[in-house]
Structure formats: structure tokens, C-alpha cells
């Protein structure tokens, strides 16, 4: 095989991108084709590895003996030696290369009991195999012995998981030929992310030591579990055969002759064993990488596309710290304004001019218009005020000073919900700051923030006095002048309904302390004070079109746009001006090291579009 092979080649590409995307740590978002292995500790999951290597090199042992994935690059090379990607080493020796696995292993864990997910990357290069990459995953583990943390059956599931969730993986599903293949804890994890076993090959261990008449032609035919990608039988070396060190070499023989002269495989001996797993991986791979290719591709420019925007966002750090404070005032300022007036790119939500907007024509106006003039104004209340304005002389006529006396009450309503309002803009307009100051300097967002929140406030204060003397004056001096005030001309016919069909009182007595109005009303009475409700209502309905139509002109005047109008000379003075301005711009950790993590993922993504782009 020569490394000019457009298969070869192809793989070859795909493990220098997988490099990249290990050690940039974007292995997960860009999904790359893969050959993943599973199985149960005591499958042969690692003989069957061995066996398609052509050597011993995996670490051996009772429990998990892979704690860490490992990604293994076979290459095809007329040399033979093994590199890792943590090491800088050459090996030559298999069980150097044994022990390093060992080694690096203990080096990320420490309780020999434990896993993790962070694969070993291992280069196989030899004149022995066929250029192909594998990643081999801890075994899977049915109970937890003593020395196992009581999660361990969880923890390898889920490193297992993460590797065989990728779409574009090809899951080797290693089961033992001498236990039921329906409950293959190999298969049943690869069904919960491969339902239609779409993307999964089946790989039968101990087919040599299964029970005499007994075979795996029906599972291989597909009539007790079907596979797309089939399933391969394959005889590994035993316990005692390691122990004699019986080579790899001769136990492949043994293999070849086995099904070859066995009575149910013999007539499909090539599409049994070992060399048929390798021919099959490689072909599997190859087309595999081909068809998702396009998709990877797209997935890549995507991520690129992203990742930019990221760093775009978190701004450079090519300007001094007073440059960038001053930037940042103009750009908050022009920001601000946009927002305000309408400009800003939103469309799932009311946001900034368009709520406060709503808040004061629509939220404040309905409450406004539902607001009673007569609120808590009884009839005796009434009556107790006309009797009071006049005072010890007894009028004929409607009591004007009554009139205002009540007015002035029902005015006084409007002032609790006007003073709200004020409070409600300057609260929305804290919030629209806050969609705006949003530097990557979280010191010069709090003093920027801290600058406007006082801007607004003083301001807000300043509206609140303006709105309060708007209803004051209005409650100040009564005003019948007004075209909407309903006027009533005939108040002295009043006069004539004065006349009382109260029965006398017999005797006089000495005054109480306290001394407060019969319950009945006279038919007088009774006008006059219906009077004077119309009259109230009609006056409050005249100083609630006013307010409703001045209150908002004042806020937008006063608050909101004065505002913004002095927002950055404002900024300008209390941030920009301020000594020790250069301390605001001190980058948070966080950020710095997400910038960097960017960049390295940027860097990684480009390697790898056009890497992809060579293919």
C-alpha cells in the first residue's frame, strides 16, 4: 500500500484535523468522522484492537484497563515506530509505548480506579496496517467492584456517550459470540444513540469457544438483530495464548484456518475474521469521511463565522485606556439615542423609546382615565363641607366655596400616580442603559452605569418638582374658565327647593362636642349636592385631559430627553476626566481568557477549513 493511495491520503487528513481539534479542545463542534470502539471488560475488546494493529501494545489487567479514550492513528509507513501527541519521544519498542499509555494515564488520574474522558493520542505508524483510525473507550462495566467509585458504571457510560453521540461516528459494537447478543451491553448503548443501528457494526468475539453445534450464522445473516453495517466474527488469542506468548502473527493464522475449515463459516470465510475487519473499517471510513465531508465543511465555516462575531464582540485591545473610554462614551451615547428614537435592530419585543412610549399614552393613560373623581366622597362628606363653607351664614344659593374645597380634593388624587410615572420612566430608562453599557471592563460598566443612573436620577427629581407644581397650580387656583367645564346657569332655581318638611324640634338643648348632621337630607340639600358632584367630576375630567396630555410632554422633556442630551458631556466629565481613568479598562481574567480561548479556536477552525478544503 502506498501513501499515495487516495484512501490512505484521505485518512491521513482527517487524523492531522483531528490533531487540531484535540488539542484545541473543538472536537465536539465540528464532529469528525470516526471509528469508535465499545464493549463489555470481558468481550476481547482490546484482543480485537491488537489483532487489526498486528501487535501487543495495549496495557493488560483485571478491571478497566483503558481509563482514557485513545485516539489511535494508524499510518502506513515503510518505517515503524509509535508517537503520542503529549511527547515529543519516538518509540520503537511496543512495550515502552505499553507503558507510556500506563504513565500518562496516572499522570490526569490519580486513583487507578477512576476515569476520564480526556483521550490519549496515539500515531501508529508501520508496513504492517492499513491507514485507519480508531478510538478505543473504556469497557463497559455492568457492577462496581470495592476499590470503584460507586459511580463508575455512570461515568464510563457517559465517556462512552460523548464519543459515539457524534453523528458522524461509526460505532464498533464488540460482543461476545458465547452470550445472548440481545443483551450485548455493547449494542444497547449504541441503540440509545443509533436507534436504527444506522451507523453501527457488530463484532463477534469468542466465536472458537462457543458450544459444540453451535454457531453465529443466524446473527451474521441478520435474522436475530439486523445492522446496516453487519456484523464481523473473529477469533482472538486466550488468556493462556498471551501467557505463551503467542504472537499476533500466528494467532491471525489460527483465525484464518478456523474459519476456513469450520462447517458453517467456511463457505463465507471472506467475510470472517480480522483481515476482512480491516479491509471493512478502512473501506467504512473512507466513504464515510466522503459523504460527510460537505457537511463538515459547512459546520466549520459556520463555527468560523461565529467565533469571529465572539471576538468582534469582546473588542480588541488595540487602543490605549483613555482612546477606549472615549470610544465608548460615543458609542454608548449613539447607542442610547437609537435606541430612544427607534433606530435600534429589535423587533420581539417593545424596547426602549417605543416602551416608555407605551408606558406613558397606554399603561398611565387607561389607569388615569379609570381613576373616580368622587373616590371616598360620600354624600354626608358633602354635605358636611357646603355646611362648613358657609360658615354661620345661611345661603341661598350654591356654595362656589365648596365647590373648590372639593376639587381641590379630587385633584389631589392624581398626584400619588403622576410621581409614579416618574419613577417608572426613570426606571425604564436605567434598564435601556443597561442594554447599552455593556463593555468587556466590568469597572468602567459600573462607573459608566453609576454616572447615568445619577444623571437620571437628578434629573428625575427635577420632573417630579415640575409634575407635583403642575398640580399644584391647578389645585391652587380653581379655574371654571376652562371651555370643557360644564357651566350650570340656573343655580338659583336651587333656592327654591330649600323649603324643609322636617317636624319641629320641641325643645332646644346645649350642643354635643362633637356635632355632626342628621342622616336625612331635604330635597335642597339633596340638588345641591348632586350639584356639586357634576361640577367635581366635570372639573377633575377637565385636569385630566391636562395632565394627560402635559405630565408626559414634562417627563420627555425634563427626563428623557434632557437625558440624553447631556449624557455625554456628562460621561465625558465624571468618567473620562477622572483621575485614574486607565484602571476602568484592567480587562477582567475571564475575559482575557476567553478572548484567548477564541483566538486558539479561530486559529484551529481556519487550520481546519483548509485542511478540508485540500481534500
Partial sequence: MSSSNPMALLIERINTLQDICTESGITNMIELPQIVVIGGQSCGKSSVLENIVGTDFLPRGVGIVTRRPLILQLIYSKEEYVRFNHSERTFTEYEHVRQEILAETARLIKNKHDVSHVPITLKMYSPHVMTLTLVDLPGLVKVPTNDQPKNIVARVEEICKRYIVNKNAIIIAVSAATSDIASSDALQLAKTVDPGYERTLGVLTKVDLMDTGTDVVDVLAGRVLSLKLGFIPVVNR??????????????????????????????????????????????????????????????????????????????????????????????????????????????????????????????????????????????DHIRTVMLNASGSSSTLFFSERAFEMLARQSIALFKPHVLKLVSVIFTEMVRMMHTVV????????????????????????????????LIEWNTAYISTRHPDFVRLDELAKLSECKTSDQPAVKAFDKLPNVLRLDKEVSDGESAEINLIKSLVASYFDVNRKILLDQVPKAIMCNLVMRSAQQMQEHLFREVYEMEGVEQLCEEDGSVKELRERLKRNLKAMRQAHDLMCSL
Fill in 438 to 469: 455593556n463593555t468587556r471592563f466590568a469597572r468602567l460598566n459600573e462607573k459608566i452605569s453609576g454616572a447615568l443612573i445619577a444623571l437620571f436620577k437628578k434629573n428625575s427629581e427635577h420632573t417630579s418638582m415640575l409634575v407635583s407644581a
Fill in 238 to 379: 486466550g488468556q493462556n495464548d498471551v501467557k505463551n506468548n503467542k504472537s499476533i502473527g500466528d494467532a491471525l493464522a489460527d483465525e484464518q484456518r478456523f474459519f476456513e475449515t469450520h462447517r458453517a463459516y467456511r463457505r463465507n470465510r471472506a467475510y470472517c475474521g480480522t483481515a476482512y475487519l480491516r479491509t471493512k473499517l478502512t473501506s467504512i471510513l473512507y466513504e464515510h469521511i466522503r459523504h460527510t465531508l460537505p457537511e463538515l465543511q459547512e459546520r466549520v465555516n459556520t463555527l468560523i463565522a461565529r467565533t469571529q462575531a465572539e471576538l468582534d464582540e469582546l473588542g480588541a485591545f488595540d487602543l490605549t485606556p483613555k482612546e477606549h473610554v472615549l470610544r465608548t462614551i460615543n458609542e454608548i451615547t449613539k447607542k442610547f439615542g437609537d435606541l430612544l428614537a427607534g433606530t435600534a435592530e429589535r423587533g420581539e419585543e417593545l424596547c426602549g423609546g417605543a416602551r416608555l412610549s407605551y408606558t406613558m399614552h397606554q399603561s398611565f393613560a387607561a389607569f388615569i382615565n379609570s381613576l373616580n373623581a368622587l373616590h371616598n366622597m360620600r354624600n
